[in-house]
């Protein structure tokens, strides 16, 4: 027997070519030659399983041998194997039969397929990884692959590398991964984006085979924000937004979580809408330092504040810094809800009279020490007017007067500013 081709092929028709001969001593009529298909073979649509030679003469030799052709189909799954195949010659002046095994070779399937992508979607103008798993669901060795991709629309492109990689070699039910590094075009619109990929590869043979397949790859998704403490009034906070990514937020809403150093009061959040990239906000919230609200509650006057804690009310009076806890909530160009936490450093100055400068029962003292000046002064320049004026009529020098008037007028400011302190 022989084949064409060889080996066979899954899904596709081998044909047989047999040949035979009759080494006996009497002539034969009607010689019945029949296949007997078993998987991986199969009737061929429009051909027959039985062939008939009308006449055999004795003592045949190999010139004289009778040629018959059977055609096969070979199942699409077939795997690479040499199988066997009965074939049984009966002539028509017996009911006996005599059976013959013939080796048909199948040649395995080639094919592969793309398992996995390990991404379903990528951010803008972000260097990302793309990762293809190709696998050999065919039952034959595929080798000099050659694996490739393309955006039709130009907005995802390889970087660090060209679209094209290599396999040199991949077995029956093997894997391997091909890994690219892709960016999408800033200023794309955010959807899905269709990546035409093509597997080339050669048998055994060398026949080379190409295999077309799709995928889809979403370009979009999640951003950032950056928050700065813009200024506060009377406990009221206001804070910049900025969408520093580069895809739009969607329904954006602004809170202030329970934290330690921080209260909100009055509303926690706000819904400040879409924001593109780029573009920013300004919110405000009411919020108190926890310290200033722990110290009011206490019931301490201002005056025992600075007693018990003069470090305490010097903070207090100079502003209090401290970072405040922003949540930020937004939905994303894929749809998806998310959220993002900030840490901001903010200010808040203290509202109530400075403690320092209060003196006995709530009097200031800067203000009591103002006035103890002024009435110094003018009693200083009347009591020099008055010596002068009494010295002068005594007949005293003016030098005499002036030095005198000079060293009262310094007793008189020691006592003044003892009785000051």
Do not use: C, H
Request: avoid cysteine.
């Amino acid at each position: 027997m022989s084949q064409s081709p060889s080996p066979a092929r899954p899904g596709e028709v081998v044909e047989l070519t047999l040949t035979v001969q009759n080494v006996g001593n009497k002539d034969l009529s009607n010689v019945v030659i029949t296949v007997d298909p078993e998987y991986p073979f199969s009737q061929a649509s429009g051909e027959s399983l039985s062939k008939t030679i009308s006449y055999m003469k004795a003592r045949q030799s190999e010139d004289d041998a009778t040629t018959v052709k059977f055609k096969l189909k070979v199942d699409a799954d077939a795997a690479k194997k040499t199988y066997d195949l009965n074939i049984y010659v009966k002539d028509s002046s017996s009911d006996a039969s005599v059976k013959t095994t013939v080796a048909v070779d199948v040649q395995g399937k080639e094919y592969a397929q793309i398992v996995t992508i390990s991404k379903s979607s990528i951010d803008l103008a972000t260097v990302e990884p793309l990762e293809f798993i190709i696998t050999n669901t065919g039952t034959s060795p595929l080798k000099n692959m050659a694996v490739s991709w393309e955006d039709s629309t130009g907005t995802i492109l390889p970087v660090y590398s060209d679209n094209t990689k290599y396999i040199t070699y991949l077995g029956v039910g093997e894997s391997v991964t091909v890994a690219y590094s892709v960016m999408a075009n800033v200023n794309a619109d955010p959807g899905l984006y269709q990546l035409d990929i093509t597997l080339n590869f050669q048998d055994y043979d060398s026949n080379e085979s190409t295999i077309k397949t799709k995928a889809g790859l979403f370009v979009g998704g999640g951003t950032d924000f950056d928050v700065t403490y813009s200024e506060s009034s009377a406990g009221e906070v206001s804070l910049s937004l900025a969408n520093v990514g580069n895809n739009q937020a969607y329904s954006v809403k602004v809170s202030i979580p329970e934290q330690e150093n921080f209260r909100a009061t009055g509303s926690t959040s706000t819904i400040v809408g879409n924001l593109e990239k780029g573009d920013y906000t300004i919110t405000s919230f009411s919020v108190t330092s926890a310290s200033m609200m722990s110290s009011g509650s206490s019931g301490e006057r201002p005056g025992q504040a600075q007693a018990s804690s003069s470090n305490t009310t010097q903070s207090q009076s100079s502003g209090s810094r401290n970072n405040l806890l922003v949540l930020i909530e937004y939905t994303d160009s894929t749809g998806q809800r998310l959220s993002v936490e900030k840490s901001v450093p903010i200010e808040l100055s203290s509202t109530g009279t400075t403690a320092a400068g209060m003196g006995p029962g709530g009097r200031s003292q800067q203000s009591s020490t103002g006035t103890y000046l002024k009435y110094g002064l003018a009693a200083i320049v009347l009591a020099g007017m008055f010596l002068y004026y009494r010295k002068r009529k005594a007949g005293q020098s003016n030098e005499d007067i002036r030095g005198e008037i000079s060293n009262r007028m310094r007793g008189l400011k020691r006592k003044m500013s003892k009785e000051g302190q």
